[in-house]
Structures are given as structure tokens and as C-alpha cells.
């Protein structure tokens, strides 16, 4: 009885081999670049890919194949092996990023991001600050010019060194502006924290900065949820392309 359930299962198999073969025997395309195809079909079928998705790569492949062999390309000449094809679709390569691509909401949420941080430190720090003379020496307005400049700076200097991004420079040129960029990250933020503190520059309330903070917070993860956020302190590198 089990070896003719066995044997029954078997022949299903073989007559739906059959047929998934038929599919590429009867399109036009040569017997190897058939049986590549169909050797091809076998292995996506085990991977994880929709069905939709499996189908759409299946057709390209068999449209494309269609054209190419009138002029002598063969499946394996295109595609590699079956192994090395199927490692293609569920790796394929990186693609590349320009210097700027991107670049506003990447700025934008990273200032947001460390106006965060600036208003939370200088809010506890004031709560827990007894003695005037050490209260907060940096007004609202030097907060504000500070976080833009992080913002603004945060995704170059990460993206000169990312070998993800298209570059025109060498790797020694583009050192050289990332050690020019620090160097003017710093100068920029010693000349903002020295702006006296007057007019709209005043310090304000731990309480303002912490509304401040969470006003802040919220408006980081609207830009993190409708952008594409690649440059941030806590993912600094630009995620692989696909």
C-alpha cells in the first residue's frame, strides 16, 4: 500500500515537472536555454519571493532570453549559472548613491534629532542646578543655529568615506575635506555658543525646552516615517541599496 502511494506521488511529481517544462519547450526558446530556464523555475520556487514577484522575474528572463538568442546569448551567458542567478535576485548589487541624494530630510532630521538632545541636556541640567552663576550660558537661538549646523554637517561627513555614494574625488582627497569639514564643524559651533545672550537669543525655562524637545521629537519621527532617512547618529552609514 505505501509503495503505491509512493509511487502515485512520484507520478504526480514527474507529470508536474512535465508540464513546468512544456512551458519553456513551447515559446520559442532554444532546448539549453530551456532547460535553463526550467532548471531556473525549480530552484525560485524554494525561495521566499511571492509568487507574484517569482512570476514577473520569470517572464522577464523568458522575454528577454527570446531576443538575445537570435543574436547567439545563451541563459548561462547572461545569467551565470542557475546558483549564481538565483544569488543575484535575492542579493543583487548595491546600487549607489549621489554625494546629495536625499540630502534636505537627512539635514532636517538630524537637527531635529540633536535639538532633541541639546533641549533635554540644558533642561534637566537647569533642574538640577542650584547656583545661578551656573546656569545655562547658551541661549535658545545658539540651540537652534548649533542643531542646524549638526544637521547640515552630519550626512556630508558621513558620505565622503560611505562606499556607497558616487564620488568624483580619490578616498585621499576626500579625507582631506572630511578633516577640513571638522575642522569647520568646530569653528562653527565655537562661534555660535559664544553669541551673547540677548534678544532672541535668551535662555529659556527647562520647561520650554522640554516642550521644545518633544515638539521636536515628533516632527523627527513624521520626516523619519515619510522620508527616506539613510544618515543618522544612531544608523550613521547609508544602508545597501537595492
Known amino acids: 500500500m505505501t509503495e503505491k502511494r509512493n509511487a502515485h506521488v512520484q507520478q504526480n511529481r514527474h507529470e508536474a515537472e512535465q508540464k513546468t517544462r512544456q512551458q519553456f519547450d513551447g515559446i520559442g526558446l532554444t ?3 530551456s532547460d535553463y530556464m526550467f532548471r531556473f523555475n525549480k530552484e525560485l520556487k524554494k525561495t521566499k519571493l511571492s509568487d ?4 514577473e522575474i520569470v517572464n522577464q528572463m523568458k522575454d528577454e532570453l527570446l531576443v538575445e538568442q537570435k543574436h547567439g546569448a545563451t541563459a548561462r551567458n547572461l545569467y551565470g549559472t542557475v546558483e ?3 544569488n543575484f535576485i535575492m ?3 548595491k546600487k549607489k548613491i549621489s554625494m546629495m541624494d536625499n540630502f534636505a530630510p537627512n539635514a532636517i532630521f538630524n537637527a531635529l534629532f540633536f535639538f532633541v538632545i541639546f533641549n533635554l541636556l540644558y533642561g534637566i541640567t537647569l533642574m538640577i542646578q542650584t547656583n ?9 537661538l545658539s540651540l537652534v543655529l548649533i542643531s ?3 544637521g547640515i554637517f552630519m550626512p556630508i561627513m558621513t558620505r565622503l568615506l560611505d562606499g556607497n555614494v558616487k564620488h568624483k574625488y580619490s578616498g585621499l582627497v576626500r579625507f582631506g575635506l572630511l ?4 575642522i569647520v564643524w568646530i569653528g562653527a559651533f565655537m562661534v555660535i555658543v559664544s553669541i551673547p545672550q540677548a534678544g532672541i537669543n535668551v535662555a529659556v525655562s527647562p520647561i520650554v ?3 521644545l524637545a518633544a515638539i521636536s521629537a515628533f516632527a523627527a519621527f513624521w520626516i523619519h516615517k515619510n522620508y527616506e532617512i539613510t544618515v543618522n547618529v544612531m544608523t550613521p552609514r547609508t544602508p545597501n541599496r537595492r
Open 31 to 33: 532546448k539549453r536555454n
Open 52 to 55: 507574484e514577484r517569482k512570476v
Open 84 to 86: 549564481e542567478r538565483i
Open 91 to 93: 542579493n543583487p548589487p
Open 132 to 140: 545661578a552663576k551656573d546656569k545655562q550660558s547658551v541661549g535658545i
Open 148 to 150: 542646524l549646523v549638526f
Open 179 to 182: 578633516i577640513l569639514s571638522v
Open 209 to 211: 525646552n522640554f516642550i
